[in-house]
């Protein structure tokens, strides 16, 4: 009989492993026999590592997770020597010059690093799309996208080819994905979890990173193996009172909730996300929350601007970062990056500094909110999964941008109002998570809710600074109320995707 244990999350194959009942080398070989099942249609493992894997597992690994294969994220996540791409061409051949000190941990507690998954170019959008690896497909239906930065990652766990996979979050990379896939996606405090050593903190703090799993409870162990600080860490969070893991088990009490599913931007937001907005609450209410509409007093016009500001220097300063590393080019960036390059360059330093001061405004509003409210519940996204290639930049402006860039003339992208009007587009469909990154405070996605056409539907509930205990107990609170461990996606056809490379 095969064996079978897609069922399994991390906490319960770690389990079975350690009490004997399954042999790691089983589980080993169940997940790469998934990798090359699904991964062809899915396109979700771009760097397949299954012989360091089983190097290591000849190393007798130890730890909460010993033998528990995972993957980890193409940009950030690193094993000194082995492929660190962002996702870009023009990073094909760079090797890490170090090891992730969150690596390290998800390592020295016995998981197995089976592989990197599929990103965008940098990070830089909400579908996982890059030139360099192609598209990577949502496993619920393979023609629309898993989301992005962390879409390999999150078509990984929904496909079951492993329980968790290493994720990140600069503007909801973590919390789209476990939208679009049905997935549990916590974005911890800016802090929580170390950058080190190539960072103190990315893009301004704006990035956290964690995982991506199926249960509440790999979530919270998870994230007792990765919280922490590393010496040099600009400042060190206090730790918890209690590990994560224990969390799940506790009764959150009787929270306030406010609640919205109005666009922070004025735009629309599609019905299944209402929808599961409104269905959520009611079961808050069943079970015996407090909750009302409201939200936190921030202009959302002005943290759009704000992120976008971040994101034009950051993109033009990752560039120089590169070209410094490992003689990176720009010519050899998709269009898009090579526009916000541009952008990022010709954008004054006083300009980007008066926009990162008002990051506070919006802390403060979101201080003044969480005085009278424990949680803040909306949609996590404000449309459905785009399908494959539908955020392609159209062909007119591709070919506009070239011909600015060529003439060296794509500092004038700055003052376009038609760039502001794409960046504005671009948040359009996700406009619910960037508060939580310039703020710094945790936020988390969870699948209470799937569409008639079968899609999963997540909804976003935000904490004050530090309280990823509260949002852990809550979640595990709606995963007994509402359990969605029993969907999975069902078999489709689907266009297939390029192979992993080694």
């Not at 996208?145 to 079951?160: D, H, Y």
């Not at 959520?280 to 921030?298: F, K, M, N, T, Y």
């Not at 600015?404 to 998570?433: I, M, Q, Y």
Request: proline fraction near 8%; charge should be neutral; aromatic fraction near 6%.
């Amino acid at each position: 009989m095969t064996l079978d244990l897609s069922d399994h999350d991390a906490c319960a194959l770690a389990a079975l492993i350690r009490q004997g009942d399954l042999a790691a080398g089983e589980v080993l070989d169940w997940a790469l026999d998934r990798v090359d099942a699904l991964n062809p249609r899915l396109n979700a493992v771009v760097f397949d590592w299954r012989e360091r894997a089983r190097a290591q597992l000849r190393d007798a690994p130890s730890g909460a997770f010993a033998g528990v294969p995972f993957l980890i994220k193409d940009i950030g996540q690193d094993i000194a020597g082995l492929p660190s791409t962002f996702g870009s061409r023009a990073l094909r051949d760079l090797r890490a010059p170090a090891t992730s000190s969150l690596v390290r941990r998800w390592i020295d507690s016995g998981l197995l690093v089976i592989g990197k998954t599929n990103v965008p170019e940098f990070g830089l959008k909400a579908v996982s799309e890059s030139a360099l690896f192609g598209p990577c497909r949502n496993p619920w239906d393979p023609r629309v996208s898993p989301g992005g930065s962390s879409g390999g990652a999150a078509a990984a766990v929904a496909a079951r080819i492993v329980p968790a996979a290493g994720a990140s979050d600069g503007g909801g990379s973590i919390r789209i994905p476990a939208a679009y896939c049905g997935l549990v996606g916590l974005k911890p405090s800016r802090g929580r979890v170390s950058e080190a050593p190539l960072a103190g903190e990315y893009w301004d703090g704006a990035v956290a990173s964690h995982a991506l799993t199926r249960s509440v409870r790999d979530c919270a162990a998870l994230l007792d193996v990765a919280a922490g600080a590393e010496p040099g860490d600009p400042f060190v969070v206090a730790p918890p009172a209690r590990p994560y893991a224990d969390e799940p088990g506790l009764d959150p009490g009787r929270l306030r909730v406010g609640v919205t599913a109005e666009s922070p931007l004025g735009m629309p937001v599609h019905p299944d996300m209402r929808n599961a907005v409104n269905s959520a609450a009611a079961l808050l209410q069943d079970l015996g929350h407090h909750v009302e509409p409201a939200s936190p007093r921030v202009d959302g016009e002005a943290l759009a601007h704000a992120y976008i500001t971040m994101y034009y220097g950051q993109t033009a300063a990752m560039l120089r970062t590169f070209r410094d590393a490992c003689g990176a080019r720009a010519a050899e960036l998709e269009i898009d990056t090579r526009a916000l390059v541009a952008i990022g360059r010709a954008l004054p330093a006083a300009d980007y500094a008066l926009q990162r001061q008002r990051w506070n405004q919006f802390a403060r509003a979101l201080g003044a909110f969480h005085a009278d409210y424990d949680v803040l519940l909306t949609p996590t996204t404000a449309q459905p999964a785009p399908a494959i290639g539908e955020l392609d930049t159209p062909a007119p402006q591709r070919a506009l941008l070239r011909a600015l860039l060529s003439l060296g003339l794509g500092g004038l992208l700055r003052h376009s109002s038609a760039v502001d009007e794409l960046a504005r587009h671009s948040l359009a469909r996700t406009p619910f998570t960037q508060l939580a990154n310039l703020t710094g405070v945790p936020a988390m996605s969870l699948p209470l809710h799937w569409s008639a056409d079968g899609m999963p539907v997540g909804v976003q509930f935000q904490a004050a600074w530090g309280r990823e205990d509260l949002l852990l107990r809550l979640a595990a609170q709606l995963e007994r109320a509402r359990p969605w461990a029993d969907r999975r996606p069902p078999p489709r056809a689907g266009a297939q995707g390029p192979g992993a490379t080694a």
